[in-house]
């Protein structure tokens, strides 16, 4: 059975840093495509982050994020990460992690509906 569980999130501070983790558990995370997404309130979960399983374990940011946070994966341990630096109160969300059913993430590596596994969030709140 799919299991993801983060953990890492926190109140920080304007510019501050934050590491998100995710463990997964009932599959492999380098033979999934994998995803970090956040969601504030109603409005529509963004993702932010992906990590494919394909040849070149290629990734993707979203342009909110570009050059601020960082996705790795640790395959010895089944965890995937989430590194995220220069914080901002834009940023301050609930984060999840979430895993594509099969294989590779294909063209949509950002897309909430290319993911059918999902971690229960955990709340980053960045202060001014």
């Known amino acids: 059975q799919v299991h993801l569980v983060e953990s890492g999130g926190g109140s920080v501070q304007y510019g501050g840093s934050l590491r998100l983790s995710c463990a997964a558990s009932?599959?492999?995370?380098?033979?999934?495509?994998m995803g970090w997404f956040r969601q504030v309130s109603e409005h529509e979960r963004e993702g932010i982050a992906s990590?494919?399983?394909?040849?070149?374990?290629?990734?993707e940011y979203a342009d909110s994020v570009k050059g601020r946070f960082t996705i790795s994966r640790d395959n010895a341990n089944n965890i995937l990460f989430l590194q995220m630096n220069s914080l901002k109160p834009d940023d301050s969300a609930t984060y999840y992690c979430?895993?594509?059913?099969?294989?590779?993430?294909?063209?949509?590596?950002?897309?909430?509906?290319?993911?059918?596994?999902w971690g229960q969030g955990t709340q980053v709140t960045v202060v001014s």
């Open positions: 979430a895993a594509r059913e099969f294989g590779v993430c294909g063209g949509a590596r950002l897309s909430p509906t290319s993911f059918s596994s």
């Open positions: 009932g599959f492999i995370v380098s033979h999934r495509c």
């Open positions: 990590f494919d399983s394909d040849s070149f374990d290629t990734i």
